[in-house]
Each structure stands twice: as C-alpha cells, then as structure tokens.
C-alpha cells in the first residue's frame, strides 16, 4: 500500500468514526427524529430480541433478520443504545470501503482504487447511511464483498464463500434472494461446469434455509425470507408517487370500481393471507390502469435519477440546492456508466456480473419503488465506476502534457 493510500485511510477512517455519534446532530433529518420509518420498527424488534428473546416481525412479511439480530447482539452486549449500533454501521461502512479499494485495485490499479476509497469515503449516500437504523448497512458491504469473491474466489472454498455471502445478502435484503439464481447462472457461463454454481447455490440455501424454515413454520406456509405483496401494493396504486405514501393505509383505493379504505381491503386476520390480498390487488390495479402505471414507472426512475429524492420546497434556496445536487450526481452517475462500460470491455467477466446486479436492483425499483434507497447496493459500483473514468481522464491528460512538454 502506498503512502497516498495509507492517509487516504487513515482519513476514511477517521470520518466514519466522527460520523457516527453526531449523526444525530449533523443529518437535519435525524436532528429532528434520530429514530424514524423502518429505524423505529427496526430498533423495537432488536431491543424486543435482546431483552426478552422475543423475534416478532413488526412489519407484516417483509423484514430479513440478518441485520435486526445484528443490532440485537449491539444491544444485548450494550443495552439500549442506539448510538453503538450507529458506530457499528461506521464499522461495516470501512468494511465496504475496503472491499470497494481491493476490487478496484484488482480492476484497475492503485490510483483508481484510491480514488474510489475517495469518492466512497465522501460520498453522501454512504456515508449520511450509517447514521440511520436501516438494513443496507450491513447489504452494502456484502454486495461488495459478493462481488468480489465471485470474481476472485476460486475453487470450491471460494465458490462456498461466495455463496454463504449471497445467503447472508438474502438474510439481509429478503429482495436479492433471486440474484444468488442469477448469480449462480453467471458461474455457470464463466466456469463452464456446473460444480461451481451448485456448490454456490447449495451453500447459499444452507444459510438462508433455517431462517425459512423456521418463519414458514410459524406461520403455516411457505415464505421465502419474505413477502412482497404488501410493498407492491403500496407502491403501486392510484396515489403512488413513485416511492412510498406515508399516509397509505389512511388512503381509500378504487379497485375494481369499487371504492373501499385501505384497511377494509386488507381485511385478512392472517398476515401470509392478508400478503397475498395485497398482491391481487396491486396486480389488479396494475391491469385496469396501465397507462397510469407506464406513468408511474418514471415517476419511480425519476424519484431514483434524484440526489435526494424529488422534493418541490416552498423555500427557492432549498429548491436551488436540490438542483444543484441533482446536476452533481447527474454527473457522478454519467462517469460511473462510462467508467463501467469502459471496464467490462476488457473485465468482461465484471461487466456481465455488474450488469446482472445493477438491471436486478433497477427491476425491483420498477416493481416496488423508487428513490436513493433502493438504488444504495450498487453505488459503490458506481464510485468504482466513476473512479475508473476519472482515473483514465487524468492519465490521458498526463501523458498528453508529457508529450507536449
């Protein structure tokens, strides 16, 4: 490691660890609610785990416990104190840092890779991330690492590796258990044999398969990790905005031309049979207003193509900043698509990869919704792209000065 990249560290490291005890203070929205949305139902279930050993899920069928048990091992060791967990996310938000430094290394040389730790380290999203409650803490480290043993783990201990991670992923964000499928189709073209995505896919079921196990029997039916038919509803209906309606289940839906409360449409006592009412309904929505969700679907890209998320403030000094924010990640996504298209030209095993996790992640988007959230797994991708880009700028400009002087 050179000189650069040791204080590039010690600098990353520093700001995740001053970070996470002001977040409270520094982000103006956990200034005013250090616990809100999923941070309170998740703080209720790990401290319901860790003082009583109670695991209740809070949120209908959609929770993967991986990152709830995390928070409750904080809490069990600690006792209620949010701000360890927060301290926590630091630590996993280095741990995706330094799986982002090494896979650009291996990609693409030093520089680019310091650049990238660069990017990563001051990059809004990853870093305001670990001051939230919020699962993609502990998914945007494994992606990376997901990434990166699927591209240099070989054999059949890094084939197992790769796919214990992917079950971990799938534990973690309940939505990326179908990318271990992709993923395991991927090792099937690379590898050309099938001992390699079997032994992923064997390793990735083994860790996922208690969990399933035991939920599905708690419940009396088959539910993989979760279930999604309550997030698609909420995200697809007549109100939807394209991300998601904090006053939904105060909403009257007109299904079937057939007006009704939210709550008298999801009359179901039983949580797997009031999931898969949600799912009839949105699909039904989804086939008597086609137009209205073609419309909606850009909405939801719209919603994740926005720094912040789309916000129209009364104040024109807020409205102003949020285009100009909207204008710099504009730009870092402009160099992250050709910084990543420029690399899978030559890594062609990394640009298919690549393009099977960023369409999955894009697919899902479509289906529920949109928004700086959902699209968070893949931004270290991106900061690996757009170091790329800026990376190969610089050393065209150097050799050009070179030549000319």
Not at 47 to 62: F, I, N, T, V
Not at 166 to 190: C, H, I, K, M, S
Not at 249 to 268: C, D, F, M, N, Q
């Amino acid at each position: 490691m050179s000189r650069a990249a040791f204080w590039l560290w010690l600098m990353a490291i520093a700001l995740r660890l001053i970070y996470a005890p002001l977040a409270t203070q520094i982000d103006p929205l956990l200034r005013a609610d250090p616990l809100h949305g999923d941070a309170v139902l998740h703080d209720q279930m790990a401290q319901r785990l860790a003082s009583a050993g109670e695991y209740r899920l809070d949120k209908g069928l959609m929770t993967a416990p991986a990152y709830i048990f995390l928070m409750a091992g904080v809490y069990a060791l600690v006792g209620h104190a949010p701000v360890a967990v927060r301290v926590l996310n630091a630590l996993l938000g280095l741990l995706t840092l330094w799986g982002l430094w090494r896979l650009t290394h291996r990609l693409a040389g030093e520089r680019a890779a310091n650049l990238a730790l660069l990017l990563g380290a001051l990059h809004p999203h990853l870093l305001m991330i670990t001051g939230w409650l919020y699962t993609e803490n502990l998914a945007l480290s494994l992606t990376v690492w997901v990434v990166y043993g699927l591209l240099y783990w070989r054999g059949g201990w890094g084939w197992a590796a790769s796919g214990a991670l992917l079950g971990l992923l799938a534990l973690t964000r309940a939505n990326f258990l179908p990318f271990a499928a992709l993923a395991g189709g991927w090792l099937l073209w690379r590898e050309r044999t099938l001992r390699a995505p079997a032994l992923t896919l064997a390793c990735a079921l083994l860790v996922v398969a208690p969990y399933v196990a035991f939920i599905s029997a708690r419940y009396g039916a088959f539910i993989p990790i979760g279930r999604g038919g309550y997030v698609l509803l909420w995200a697809n209906n007549e109100y939807a905005d394209g991300g998601f309606d904090p006053l939904f289940l105060e909403r009257t839906l007109t299904i079937g031309g057939e007006s009704k409360p939210v709550r008298a449409w999801l009359s179901e006592t039983d949580p797997v049979a009031r999931d898969e009412q949600a799912m009839r309904l949105a699909l039904q929505w989804i086939r008597e207003n086609p137009i209205q969700w073609l419309a909606l679907l850009g909405r939801k890209l719209a919603l994740t193509l926005s720094a912040f998320g789309l916000q129209n403030p009364d104040n024109r000094g807020v409205a102003a900043a949020l285009r100009l924010a909207d204008g710099v990640y504009w730009l870092f996504l402009a160099l992250a698509g050709y910084g990543l298209w420029r690399l899978g030209r030559t890594e062609r095993a990394f640009g298919f990869l690549t393009a099977l996790l960023v369409g999955w992640t894009l697919l899902t988007i479509l289906l529920y919704a949109g928004g700086s959230r959902p699209l968070m797994p893949v931004q270290p991708l991106f900061t690996l792209g757009a170091a790329v880009s800026i990376a190969a700028w610089w050393a065209r400009n150097t050799r050009g000065n070179a030549s000319v002087c």
